[in-house]
């Protein structure tokens, strides 16, 4: 006589058994578990990253242009750095690391750009205090792009201010920050 659990475990493979053989020799419902084995399969791609690790390709690409950087090769990091930004031109960091990687070649204007891009992003993502960080070297390079960051701070901070919350000039249009980015410099 088999145990309560044994019983179960036969039984269960019975049942697997016989509906694997409905599965592969009719047609009642093999569409909708096909279909079903496709949803569950782009579910996990799109949760599960790819590549080795759990990264995906964007992710090795960032990965190689930090490695370039690393090792000093400035030219495969601008590159590697480009394409990344191509793929996913949202990200703030990229645009950042790319600056760095400009300014330690000296290339300041090209990072100036990089960080003002990279100041944009984090604005729209409300993140000024990493913006307050970018500041200093576009002030020096460009007093003119770092004025206008400036502007988009105070006039996103403008916009953040509560509903009740009454201005200091009510009859005025707000103005911008009124120190000059030069501050910084």
Avoid at 48 to 68: C, H, I, M, T, Y
Avoid at 71 to 91: F, L, Q
Avoid at 158 to 170: F, K, L, T, W
């Amino acid at each position: 006589m088999l145990s309560k659990a044994a019983n179960w475990i036969v039984w269960s493979v019975l049942v697997l058994f016989i509906v694997f053989l409905a599965y592969r020799y009719t047609g009642w419902f093999k569409p909708a578990a096909d279909h079903a084995v496709a949803q569950a399969k782009s579910v996990i791609s799109q949760a599960v990253p790819a590549g080795p690790f759990g990264q995906s390709a964007s992710e090795d690409q960032l990965n190689k242009a930090r490695d370039a950087y690393a090792k000093g090769d400035m030219e495969a990091a601008v590159a590697a750095y480009k394409d990344y930004i191509k793929k996913s031109p949202s990200n703030a960091d990229a645009h950042g690391e790319l600056g760095n990687v400009y300014y330690s070649g000296g290339k300041l204007p090209e990072a100036t750009q990089s960080y003002y891009d990279a100041a944009n992003l984090l604005i729209a993502q409300k993140q000024m205090e990493r913006v307050n960080d970018l500041m200093p070297v576009i002030a020096q390079v460009n007093p003119s792009l770092a004025n206008e960051l400036a502007a988009k701070m105070a006039q996103t901070d403008a916009q953040a201010m509560p509903a009740g919350v009454e201005q200091a000039n009510p009859g005025q249009q707000p103005q911008p920050s009124p120190q000059s980015a030069l501050r910084y410099y």
